[in-house]
T-cell receptor, first 114, second 110 residues
């Protein structure tokens, strides 16, 4: 499809396991963002990629979280040694990279850590 | 202090009512402003950008008050389909700094 694609849509894992969440942005969009949304809460910025520049990792909550973007397209968010407080919806968004540009979100990956 | 603050609501209004939401932002260097809509268990989608002179899109009117650092959204003639959470979003002028409010929930009742 033409929109932002995320997988898996739902992930249930046990505490201590590692998880990988994938985001396929809209073709041609140079900017890619990861956000986290806990139940009933707003969006929490995690990390941002813009072209070939170094990513802005200032929102990552701990060193258990990492993300990469290969070839300026697909991105993977990895959470190591998951904790129950990591349970949330992880949303990926892409944009054309302009300040006034619209963010296009994927449907999110719902992570539940038991 | 949060970068963007909103009244969480919920606002419960009858069909046809006019409802207004406000949002305040803390950083006077903020440059771009938006309202996003998020339906239950769905992703946020852009509703409208907010321009300095104010702007209207059908039943929706957005206003920006830079001096007081707040943004408003007015919805006229509310429809059942307007029921959603409305997110106030502020950008600091850098690509990576989109700050989202926690959202204001609107329930439009028949």
């Amino acid at each position: 499809g033409a929109g932002v694609s995320q997988s898996p849509s739902n992930k249930v894992t046990e505490k201590g396991k590692d998880v990988e969440l994938r985001c396929d942005p809209i073709s041609g969009h140079t900017a890619l963002y990861w956000y986290r949304q806990s139940l009933g809460q707003g969006l929490e910025f995690l990390i941002y990629f813009q072209g070939n520049s170094a990513p802005d990792k200032s929102g990552l909550p701990s060193d258990r979280f990492s993300a990469e973007r290969t070839g300026g397209s697909v991105s993977t968010l990895t959470i190591q040694r998951t904790q129950q407080e990591d349970s949330a919806v992880y949303l990926c968004a892409s944009s054309q990279g302009q300040t006034t540009g619209e963010l296009f979100f994927g449907e999110g990956s719902r992570l539940t850590v038991l | 202090r949060k970068e963007v603050e909103q009244d969480p609501g919920p606002f419960n209004v009858p069909e046809g009512a006019t409802v207004a939401f406000n949002c305040t932002y803390s950083n006077s260097a903020s440059q771009s402003f938006f309202w996003y809509r998020q339906d239950c268990r769905k992703e946020p989608k852009l509703l409208m950008s907010v321009y300095s002179s104010g702007n209207e899109d059908g039943r929706f009117t957005a206003q920006l008050n830079r001096a007081s650092q707040y943004i408003s959204l007015l919805i006229r003639d509310s429809k059942l389909s307007d029921s959603a959470t409305y997110l106030c979003v502020v950008n600091m002028g850098n690509f990576n700094k989109f700050y989202f409010g926690s959202g204001t929930k609107l329930n439009v009742k028949p």
